[in-house]
């Protein structure tokens, strides 16, 4: 079992889940309900990330492997 119980742990876990959740939009899934944001917007304007759906999946992928890396050390 994993606990999230400081900040970044908390952070990183939700980056996980945003970087699940647009590979579900990218298969054709929607996690969204009416005018809520799509996982795909949330992280282009949190992350400053630009390009397409695949693009910003990738570099979310490499900012999620850089932050862990730094959390070991």
Do not use: F
Request: hydrophobic share 35%.
């Amino acid at each position: 079992m994993i606990i999230a119980d400081t900040p970044q742990k908390i952070e990183l876990c939700r980056m996980h889940v945003l970087h699940n959740m647009l590979k579900l939009e990218m298969l054709g899934l929607k996690m969204n309900k009416g005018g809520q944001p799509t996982a795909y917007s949330v992280i282009k304007k949190e992350y400053n990330l630009k390009g397409s759906r695949q693009k910003v999946y990738d570099t979310m992928a490499e900012i999620l492997l850089t932050t862990k890396q730094t959390e070991r050390e």
